[in-house]
């Protein structure tokens, strides 16, 4: 599978979509304003604890408080919270913790009043950006994640990645963390260093080190609220998750940029620096590599399927409904269990596209077309799940019931993306709303295909508006002649004044409307 990462830089930030295999699977937005983001460290002061809760709201910055729960202190937060103080006191004259004396654990069962009081000064990182009305969300568990390794201070242990099947690869890699660990810091194996050189491990965690000195650096002179540490911007934090041999390009329109990434991959990964390359076109980048085409297609209350089949995806404070339709093209051939098992496995493909592309979180309600078939049942989820294990936010999926609906937990640490895709009327200036234009012809294409091959028509009348019948008929090659090759059936075009833009209808033979 090849991956490619084109990146729109403008004033306000930067636009990322990556793209598997030519699809857009994932899309990200980076502002060059942006406070709060997962993985930023702040040294914070608690403004106060909530014993009905559990939990503590402490001040970051933020309008609102952020919420640490008691589950998100981490074992080692007693040490966490003597390190912070230490270091702004001027006591700790060293980022390193070689003569740093531990504290106890924490037990798992305690309470927030027992650990933390109401100005307590501590070390905090962002778990989930601010959304909706709600603050931040945070962890006392400090990760300092690098390509190969995650550093986690104050900490002792070593664990491997479950992803890292090979037992002798497992026990390599836990004896080689083990031996270059630096006192009081604990390692996570990632997936990535599986098959990699001690030095390459080690040179990961120097560079992880190096971050916790500027943090150190940054906590000495602190006065909270104040972010003491940046977590790497969308761009690297996504070419250091997912940089591999299958990355095949990465594209920029902006220069310094474009070399900003060369430098970093050449850090990470030497021999794909030769990935990087620099857009200079006066084709907006995303219109280039059909991005621009492919979000107007993905988002908005409706997805429509290259079958014919579509999804309908609602949204509600507290879960997201999805519900799979087969349309007006399936069920012309075939027994209704295979057709309901056809459009469902799309759907499947589809859904954790969606998923992923519009980073929806929480719980995810999927209605399916109903299945008798109990095998056809486990069929669906076994798709799900190999449809999902791409999907780097953490998931758990449920079986269907009978009555053809899934469950699905995805974890959320950002606000759902949502691109309102309806464009201004272009015949009544804006006093209502249409499908993206963009899309026009696809779907004309589309419909002409069902109506050719499918219900068989041997003359077809497409009537639109003058500018598509313009667009349609121009060139030597025209899109009708192109048609007619493809179908062996000719299809003629007339244009109607009346039709708004968008609009357009079929006529058969004896000139009445079809209708779809």
């Known amino acids: 599978m090849s991956k490619d990462l084109v990146l729109d830089v403008t004033s306000s930030g930067i636009e990322i979509a990556l793209l598997e295999n030519d699809q857009l699977v994932e899309l990200h937005h980076e502002k060059f304003d942006s406070q709060f983001g997962v993985g ?28 640490l729960h008691y589950s998100d202190l981490s074992p080692q937060m007693l040490s966490v919270k ?62 300092m994640a690098g390509r190969y390794v995650v550093l986690t201070p104050f900490g002792n242990g070593v664990s491997v990645s479950r992803k890292i099947k090979d037992p002798q690869e497992r026990s390599r890699l836990q004896r080689l963390a083990e031996s270059i660990k630096p006192h009081n810091f604990g390692l996570i194996v990632r997936t990535a260093a599986e098959n990699r050189k001690v030095a390459e491990l080690h040179e990961d965690i120097d560079t992880q080190i190096q971050k916790w000195q500027q943090l150190y650096q940054e906590l000495k002179n602190a ?56 857009h200079n076109s006066k084709t907006p980048i995303f219109e280039q ?52 098992l056809a459009v469902n496995l799309e759907a499947v493909t589809e859904i954790a596209r969606q998923l992923r592309l519009r980073d929806l979180g929480g719980i995810i309600i999927i209605d399916f077309i109903d299945l008798k078939s109990s095998e056809n049942r486990k069929m669906i989820l076994r798709r799900m799940e190999e449809s999902m294990s791409a999907d780097r936010a953490k998931h758990t999926i449920l079986p269907l019931s009978p009555f053809g609906i ?53 003359q077809l009348k497409l009537a639109v508006h003058p500018f598509v019948e313009a667009y349609i008929k121009k060139g030597i090659i025209s899109r009708q002649w192109k048609w007619f090759w493809k179908h062996k059936k000719w299809v003629s075009v007339v244009a109607n004044t009346n039709y708004s833009l968008t609009e357009y209808r079929y006529f058969d033979a004896q000139s009445e409307e079809i209708k779809l």
């Open 289 to 340: 590599y059909k991005v621009s085409k492919q979000i107007k297609a993905a988002f908005g209350k409706t997805v429509n399927m290259p079958s014919g089949a579509y999804l309908v995806i609602e949204h509600t404070e507290a879960l997201h409904v999805i519900d799979v339709n087969s349309g007006h093209k399936m069920g012309s051939q075939g027994n209704q269990e295979n057709n309901a």
């Open 223 to 278: 006065k909270p609220p104040q972010k003491v540490l940046s977590e790497v911007g969308k761009t690297s934090g996504i070419l250091r998750d997912l940089l591999n041999p299958s990355f095949t390009r990465v594209v920029v329109n902006d220069k310094n940029l474009a070399s900003e990434i060369s430098q970093y991959i050449s850090e990470i990964e030497p021999s794909a620096e030769k990935i990087v390359a620099f």
């Open 82 to 143: 003597k390190y912070t103080e230490a270091t702004i006191t001027g006591k700790q004259n060293s980022h390193l913790l070689q003569n740093f004396e531990l504290e106890p654990d924490i037990v798992k069962t305690g309470k927030i009043t027992d650990v933390l009081n109401r100005r307590d000064v501590l070390l905090v990182q962002v778990l989930k950006e601010p959304i909706s009305t709600k603050g931040p969300r945070l962890s006392c568990e400090i990760t």
């Open 406 to 458: 899934m469950q699905i937990t995805r974890e959320r640490v950002r606000p759902e993306l949502q691109i309102a895709t309806a464009e201004v009327c272009p015949t009544c200036r804006g006093t209502g709303r249409v499908k993206a234009t963009i899309l026009l012809i696809d779907e004309i294409e589309n419909n002409l295909s069902y109506l050719l091959n499918e219900l068989d028509y041997q």
């Open 40 to 67: 930023d460290i702040f040294v914070a002061q608690v403004k106060k604890t909530v014993a009905g809760l559990n939990a503590a709201f402490v001040d970051v910055g933020f309008g609102k408080d952020a919420f």
